[in-house]
């Protein structure tokens, strides 16, 4: 892809939960490969993307810490396993021939480069689609964190969290069928009513650089091309 000025620029927060498909833990083949198919027709299309990928699917340090393990150690547990999932993504757009770099936040110089912020803005700009792995290389953070943090890093124009729901709504849309989803949120309303979109953290440091946040069901295929067009449901949060 050639370098083209004002293109859109956007990353998209792919949870660990969003790869297990219907499975209840690890990876589901196909589920990874739908979601490569559908960042690749977003990055056919002209705009450049860069990835987060959780860990949740595989190892959570709060759920560990809850069981006795110590917080910090079962915190890197779980930046390795975004390490596994970013592996296992890389490839799956290798496949649609999408060129990629694996950025890892911890050091690991034999699968992934390591994190340079400059390094990473010219692999954008080069056409190629970064995956950043391992979080923000720090326990005690989320990768909705990570997410926010690199994508005002790389000057992101949106922040796309694809979650199993098409948005935010007033309540759980699973539990309560009078729930409603909203269309727009603003980030202090995210912030003082608690819904739970992403960590506080996260929302705040969107918030600070004006980064617009749009949440929308990853799980339903070409998603992510129809929220890039505005089509579809989904909730934006400015
Ligand atoms: N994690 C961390 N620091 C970070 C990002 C992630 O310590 O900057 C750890 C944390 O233990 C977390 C796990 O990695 O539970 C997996 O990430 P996360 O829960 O954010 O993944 P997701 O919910 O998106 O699947």
Redesign the pocket.
């Known amino acids: 892809v050639a370098e083209t000025p004002n293109r859109k620029r956007v990353l998209l927060?792919?949870?660990?939960?969003?790869l297990m498909g219907d499975g209840a833990f690890g990876v589901e083949q196909k589920t990874v490969e739908r979601i490569a198919k559908d960042v690749a027709e977003v990055v056919r299309s002209g705009t450049e993307v860069c990835l987060v990928?959780?860990?949740?699917?595989i190892?959570?340090?709060?759920?560990?810490a809850a069981k006795g393990m110590d917080r910090a150690q079962?915190?890197?547990?779980?930046?390795l396993?975004?390490v596994i999932n970013a592996l296992l993504l890389q490839n799956a757009l290798e496949r649609e021939l999408i060129t990629t770099r694996v950025m890892s936040?911890i050091h690991m110089s034999s699968v992934a480069e390591p994190y340079i912020r400059r390094r990473a803005v010219r692999h954008m700009e080069k056409g190629r689609v970064v995956i950043f792995a391992?979080?923000?290389?720090?326990?005690?953070?989320?990768?909705?964190?990570?997410a926010a943090l690199r994508a005002a890093e790389m000057e992101c124009d949106i922040l796309l969290k694809g979650t199993q729901v098409d948005g935010v709504y007033s309540a759980d849309p699973k539990q309560d069928p009078s729930a409603t989803r909203y269309d727009e949120l603003t980030y202090m309303t995210v912030l003082s009513n608690q819904l739970s979109v992403m960590d506080a953290a996260a929302i705040s440091l969107a918030r600070e650089n004006r980064l617009p946040i749009i949440v929308f069901n990853i799980g339903e295929e070409g998603s992510f091309g129809r929220v890039m067009r505005g089509e579809g449901a989904f909730t934006r949060i400015i």
């Open positions: 927060k792919v949870s660990g939960e969003a990928v959780g860990g949740g699917n190892f959570r340090g709060v759920a560990a079962g915190d890197y547990a779980g930046m396993a975004t936040a391992a979080g923000t290389g720090n326990p005690f953070f989320t990768t909705d964190t990570a």
